[in-house]
């Protein structure tokens, strides 16, 4: 029984589903060879996906941070702007009442 180069290679290379689906009422070693590539190629392409996935989170996540930093920095500044309003509003109304109480005395 001779062998084509396609056949001898059957077992060197990962099998598709549809070869997997038509091998199965025949199972042999070269099933089990292409099955073991596929399913090694398909767990690597897994985890590259998983790793892909995992740096656009991270990118998320870092972005998130970013936002939630710029938000607190405007929190602060609207503080600050209310802080400084009304130590001017308290300025503003000493100096009112100093000069009341110089018209008054005079």
Do not use: C, Y
């Amino acid at each position: 029984m001779k062998r084509t180069s396609k056949d001898a290679q059957v077992w060197e290379r990962p099998w598709s589903l549809e070869e997997i689906r038509q091998q199965s009422a025949n199972w042999s070693l070269a099933a089990d060879s292409g099955l073991f590539l596929f399913l090694q190629d398909f767990s690597q392409r897994m985890l590259s996906k998983t790793h892909e996935i995992e740096k656009q989170l991270d990118s998320l996540i870092r972005d998130t941070k970013a936002t939630d930093s710029h938000l607190h920095s405007v929190f602060n500044d609207f503080l600050m702007l209310s802080n400084t309003q009304f130590i001017e509003n308290v300025m503003h109304l000493i100096t009112s009442l100093i000069a009341f109480a110089k018209l008054n005395l005079h």
